[in-house]
Each structure stands twice: as structure tokens, then as C-alpha cells.
């Protein structure tokens, strides 16, 4: 068995891809290390030894063809077939989710939107019917979603992600301030709140006082 | 000098943070590395060895006492005081942003919102007046603001950004898919795009398979 590559390699991935897909739609067909360490605020160095892990894919002196470093990053992140994805919670923030217009370019297809509120549920968020999340595991698994992110109150935050658990969701992208416990081998968790992520910008910032 | 503690140690003391601000709000006095880490997912041992890396919080055999370790992670993360933030973008998210209500008990004020619609410009979002992007300098010093989240559509993300750094601004929340290339001792940055999040949870989702 290999060694797994590390998760902070792995989450610097989808910014190598991006930003490569950027460059690819400016017309651009080959890159170096250096160019996107330039760009990305990361080193030359680093930006190698972190592709490296997965194989050889530029050469010394001519760099990296964009169109295949696209190719195999795509391979590797699974983004080779599209994703759908469940909103749970159509608040504000479930609103601007459903709304966001990058999700289905880079392949995420916002499937089913759901909420607790009468008057909420049967309307519309664009094109999608919000439906009762007391169908939630009836809904995502005759739709076989396997992604859900998380924009219920906090108290509510770990009770419906055992029901995503239930309903053979994979990985929840949670934007509560609820750490949630869940197991490990079942389902992949990415924390978004904000309030942490401000918080752990002010360490940094009460520092270089 | 000391050595700069690792950033993935940083990364949970808001979690650890917020968790113990749940128990003391359900009256609980002690608790031990063994409950906050069922809590949480994570090993009794991994949360003594993050703690134990900013001082002795707890005593074997007694754990730790909540409001204690709340007052020094407090400290820790410069979370004694409170921060106005100003939002960039008043789209979907921007809105999302400003009407969120986890922000003010956590010590951060939402205090500015900026857009370029002059259909936006001059109309409120709750009590906040939204503001000409033009003005985004001159207003930022003017009430010295430090913290800016980032919800900008992502062509004009660099551009406004670099203004950010010239208003004084040390940490910026990005949610737009560009990553932001800005003088890495003036800023701090936290990039919370959901497509980079969603992409890192493919990884792992389609290696189980």
C-alpha cells in the first residue's frame, strides 16, 4: 500500500487546477514552476515536489504542457465525471449557494435544495423546488447524490448530518460553527465557518503587532 | 525567537474555542482531552499536544477548567477584543454575510459593505448603507478596518484586493476561486472558496471507491 499523499498537499490541488484552467482559457499552452509559484505566492520548489507526488509530469528546461497537467489533475481529483450536489438549509446562505454560478462550469450540479420552513419549501430557488427535509434520505438516495453542503442552524447542524450519514452521503462541506462528529471512514468533512476562519486569521494578525 | 507554531495546529484552536464556549453555555465547568476529542473527531493526545504548545492548561487526573481555557485561547487568538470587518460585494453572498448572525457574538462587527452597482450603492443591507467601491479606501482607513472577506465576482478579485492592501487591510477572507497573490508579511489570507473545498473532498471521495 503507498503512503497517503498529505492533506495539505492534496488541498493545494485544486488551486494548481484552476489556475492552470485559467491560463488555458487565456490561451496559454505551457507553464513552469516558477511561473505558477509566481502567481499562486508559492514556491517554485514546492509546486514540484507537491506534483511530483503524484508522478512525472513536466520536463527540465521546457516545463509543463497545460492541457495534460489539466488532464491528469482532473484524474486526480475525480473531476473527470460531474458531481451533484444537496443543499440543505435554503437561508441566506443556502440561497447564495444554489444561486452561485461557478459551481456547474468546474462540474458541481446543484441537485436538491432543502429546509424546514412551510413557507419556504415547495417554492423556488431558480430552477430547483425546495423540498421538506423530512425527505431528505428518500430524496438523496433515489437521486444518489453523495455530496451535501451543510447551511442549517448550529443546533440543528449534527442531527441532520446523521441523517446525510444515513442517506450514503460522502462529504459534507459544512458552513455551520458546529464541529460535527461523524464517522471518519463514512463520510469526508470540510469545516467552513466563517467565524474559525476569522479566528485563525486574528492570531495571526494580534502577532506581527 | 521562537519557533512558529505549525498552522495546522492554529487551525483547531477555533474549534477547540468554540466547543468549549458551547459547554460553558450548557453549564458544564471541566472537561478533559478525552471529551473534547469524542466531541470532535479528533485524539485525546493530539488535542494535549496542541494545547500543551501554548502553555499548562491542564492538570492530569482534573482536565481542564472551561473558563480558564476559554480566557487563554481568547488571548491566544486576540479574540479579548472585538474586530470590525468589511465585506466586499454586496451579490448573494455579500448579503448572505452581512445578515449572518454568528458573526457579533463572536467579537467580529460587520462594519462596511462595498459594491459597484449603483443600483446597490446607497440602499441598505439591515442597518449597513452600502458603499461605493470607489470609496473604498478613503473609508476603510478612515474607520480603521482590518479584516475584509472578499465576495467580489473572481476577474475583479486581484484588483480589489490590491486596493484592500493599500487601505491598510491585514486579513482577507477570499471567497472568490482566484488566489490572491499579496505581500505575504502585510496580509493574512484564508481562501474559502467552495469549489476548491468541494475538489478537495473528491479527492478522497473517489479514492474510496
Not at 169 to 182: D, K, M
Request: with cysteine; net charge negative.
Amino acid at each position: 500500500m503507498q503512503t497517503p499523499i498529505p492533506d495539505i498537499v492534496v488541498s493545494r490541488l485544486p488551486v494548481y487546477f484552476q489556475t492552470l484552467q485559467t491560463m488555458q482559457a487565456e490561451g496559454q499552452h505551457t507553464t513552469s514552476s516558477k511561473e505558477l509559484g509566481e502567481k499562486l505566492g508559492i514556491s517554485a520548489a514546492q509546486i514540484r515536489k507537491d506534483l511530483s507526488q503524484f508522478g512525472e509530469f513536466g520536463k527540465q528546461g521546457t516545463g509543463y504542457i497545460i492541457s495534460f497537467l489539466i488532464d491528469q489533475l482532473k484524474t486526480i481529483l475525480n473531476m473527470d465525471h460531474s458531481w451533484d450536489v444537496a443543499v440543505i438549509g435554503a437561508g441566506n446562505l443556502g440561497k447564495a449557494i444554489a444561486h452561485y454560478h461557478g459551481f456547474a462550469p468546474q462540474g458541481f450540479n446543484i441537485k436538491l435544495v432543502f429546509d424546514t420552513s412551510p413557507d419556504l419549501i415547495g417554492t423556488n430557488i431558480g430552477d430547483l423546488n425546495i423540498l421538506d427535509i423530512d425527505e431528505l434520505i428518500p430524496c438523496i438516495k433515489k437521486a444518489g447524490v453523495k455530496i451535501a453542503m451543510l447551511t442549517v442552524p448550529d443546533a440543528a447542524a449534527q442531527a441532520v448530518a446523521d441523517e446525510l450519514v444515513k442517506a450514503g452521503i460522502e462529504g459534507i462541506l459544512n458552513y455551520t460553527s458546529t464541529p460535527l462528529n461523524l464517522p471518519p471512514r463514512v463520510v469526508h468533512l470540510r469545516h467552513s465557518d466563517p467565524v474559525s476562519q476569522l479566528q485563525h486569521m486574528t492570531y495571526y494578525i494580534g502577532k506581527s503587532k
